[in-house]
């Protein structure tokens, strides 16, 4: 019986110590319109049409990761717009202070008000680095929400993992 539960206890005690420490993150990141923006119709109805795009993004409020703090986003994404529905799959590529950088794809959808994105929202996942990022996974939500001069504010939270050292 104490075998039992000594061996039981070591082995949750391995597990613990084998786990990652998932430290939590957040910040604001602003956008611009897009460019270049190719739309083209799907031709079934008026209102439906794919589009691909690329946006250049700055920080707000930076990420922190290891340290490093987050300076700017390059996206790149594909929408699907449906009458004022639209949604998003894309790939972002952040850059962090000391040139560090991070991939991450996303996916949401949101809705359109006179051909202008009013509001948004969706999941991300990073799936690697560069540099000491090397390795780094993460995942959360984000929401966004357009503004008048046609750029978009996004809140991004989440959490992320470094691998474990060698």
């Known amino acids: 019986m104490w075998t039992r539960t000594l061996l039981v206890s070591a082995v949750t005690l391995s597990l613990a110590a084998g786990a ?4 939590k993150i957040s910040g604001t990141l602003q956008c611009d319109k ?4 190719n739309v083209i ?6 209102d439906h049409s794919f589009m691909i795009t690329q946006t250049k993004c700055t920080w707000n409020k930076p990420l922190e990761v290891e340290g490093a703090k987050s300076t700017d986003n390059l996206s790149t994404f594909f929408n699907e717009i449906t009458g004022n529905r639209v949604q998003q799959r894309g790939f972002a590529i952040a850059s962090y202070a000391g040139g560090d950088k991070t991939h991450t794809r996303f996916q949401g959808s949101g809705i ?3 051909g202008t994105l009013e509001c948004t929202e969706g999941t991300w996942t990073t799936i690697g680095g560069t540099g000491k990022l090397r390795g780094i996974k993460g995942k959360g939500t984000f ?6 001069d046609g750029t978009t504010v996004f809140d991004v939270e989440g959490d992320y993992e470094m691998p474990k050292p060698k």
């Open 20 to 23: 990652q420490a998932q430290t």
């Open 34 to 37: 897009g460019d270049p923006q």
């Open 41 to 46: 119709p799907v031709g079934d109805r008026a």
């Open 112 to 114: 359109l008000k006179e």
């Open 143 to 148: 929401k966004g929400k357009g503004q008048p």
